[in-house]
């Protein structure tokens, strides 16, 4: 069974662009969730998706969006991005938002 | 308000021992811990974990031990091999319907010394 993809693997991008980031779950997973990862903070949670709807959002401004098709693939969006949003991303799967979740490689963006 | 807490960055172990990394909580509602572990360029990979009904959990060379009146638990690896050289995590989640979401902590990068 092939594992939770994300794209970009890596990403630059200038301080006010926007950018898209990818996920795609094990196949038959309907949750997928996203966290951020800086160092010294750990994983900070974003969001959570189950059947296209948010279930659940962390502690993030506005400029963080995400959605939910009904393949279960997800993107996130972060506009006008600032040099602090330059982290690693990273999308989790489960069968549903209870069970064990299985991760993604991560898309490294960089923000100048 | 960081409500799980790894407060050694880093840890160093020889070759063969026991490798001890510790996690505390704060919020009195998780009741389910995870510890994952994660490669430079990968994902966090699961680990192990513990229902907040037990104390103990063993998986081979991997025990979770929680003490839910101190609110912190702890992973053992023994023997400690090269290849546990990693960052873990520790993350817990309550199992109340509607909020499952996994809270992390800032990680340990554990390196063993052959």
């Known amino acids: 069974k092939a594992g939770v993809t994300q794209t970009p693997r890596y990403l630059i991008k200038t301080r006010g662009q926007q950018v898209t980031l990818s996920c795609s779950p094990i196949?038959?997973?309907?949750?997928v969730s996203w966290y951020q990862q800086t160092p010294g903070q750990g994983l900070q949670f974003l969001f959570e998706?189950?059947?296209?709807?948010?279930?659940n959002k962390g502690n993030f401004p506005g400029r963080f969006s995400g959605r939910q098709f009904s393949n279960s693939r997800s993107e996130m969006n972060v506009s006008t991005l600032e040099l602090g949003d330059s982290a690693l991303y990273l999308c989790?799967?489960?069968?549903?938002?209870?069970?064990?979740?299985?991760f993604g490689p991560g898309t490294r963006l960089t923000v100048l | 308000d960081q409500q799980v807490k790894q407060n050694s960055p880093s840890l160093s172990v020889q070759e063969g021992r026991i490798s001890i990394l510790n996690c505390d909580y704060t919020?009195?509602?998780?009741?389910?811990f995870l510890w994952y572990k994660k490669y430079p360029a990968e994902g966090p990979t699961f680990l192990i974990s513990?229902?907040?009904?037990?104390d103990k959990n063993e998986d081979g060379r991997f025990t979770v031990f929680l003490n839910k009146s101190a609110k912190h638990l702890s992973l053992h690896i023994v023997p400690s091999q090269p290849g546990d050289s990693a960052v873990y995590f520790c993350?817990?989640?309550?199992?109340?319907?509607?909020?499952?979401?996994?809270?992390f902590g800032t990680g340990t990068r554990l390196t063993i010394i052959p």
């Open positions: 989790a799967s489960s069968l549903d938002p209870a069970q064990e979740q299985f």
């Open positions: 196949s038959g997973h309907r949750s």
């Open positions: 998706y189950f059947s296209e709807t948010q279930r």
């Open positions: 919020n009195s509602m998780f009741d389910y």
């Open positions: 513990i229902s907040s009904i037990k």
């Open positions: 993350a817990a989640r309550t199992r109340n319907f509607g909020n499952e979401k996994l809270t």
